[in-house]
């Protein structure tokens, strides 16, 4: 049986559902009804669940880890994600997408060259992320370096981007399986947004 649960800190809410310590949804939002539907919403329906108030351990750890990626900080902890109920390529994708380091981002067409298919398919699968934060689809944007589209909305994906500026002047790349995923400082995102409100 799946175990939900969602947590409010500093005013943000942030949700799990996990079972045995395998991570099967993750979620946040600025209220508790949307943190518990994003988790409904990511979770197979035919898998029985319960929701509780107190959480455990393994709960209170997994939300202290959105917490510190939702204020840039990154996360060091390495959880087990149920990615078995999505289909291979969505896969591929998602665990190309978590190579993205903080205080950088690709672009869909560099995920799409790294885990193959192409940039509208990495934006289907980051649209329908059941791991947000863990899995930083927020760290993905368009070609040009604009901010692309986000289920939190792209304020809040500006918002999270902004803390994790690092100061970082370089592009890098990261090896992935026979690819390569090429990703970018953050700072080149937010030079662009600033140059468009000039």
């Not at 087990?80 to 999505?86: D, E, F, I, T």
């Not at 994708?93 to 799409?112: D, H, K, N, Q």
């Amino acid at each position: 049986m799946l175990t939900l649960h969602v947590k409010a800190v500093k005013g943000v809410w942030f949700g799990v559902a996990y079972e045995n310590e395998n991570v099967f949804a993750t979620s946040f939002a600025f209220d508790r009804k949307r943190a518990l539907q994003s988790l409904l919403k990511s979770i197979p329906y035919d898998i029985p669940f319960q929701h509780l108030e107190k959480p455990t351990e393994f709960a209170d750890k997994v939300v202290s880890s959105l917490k510190n990626i939702y204020d840039g900080q990154g996360c060091d902890e390495k959880f087990s994600l149920a990615m078995g109920r999505l289909s291979d390529y969505a896969q591929k994708v998602l665990r190309t997408v978590s190579l993205v380091p903080v205080g950088y981002v690709a672009s869909y067409g560099s995920v799409a060259k790294a885990a193959g298919g192409g940039p509208r398919a990495v934006g289907w699968v980051m649209a329908s992320n059941p791991f947000p934060l863990i899995i930083p689809c927020h760290r993905v944007v368009a070609s040009d370096f604009s901010l692309g589209g986000y289920g939190g909305g792209v304020h809040v994906k500006l918002e999270i981007l902004k803390r994790e500026e690092k100061g970082y002047t370089s592009t890098m790349e990261i090896k992935v399986n026979d690819g390569v995923l090429k990703v970018f400082p953050v700072e080149f995102v937010l030079r662009r947004l600033k140059e468009q409100h000039k």
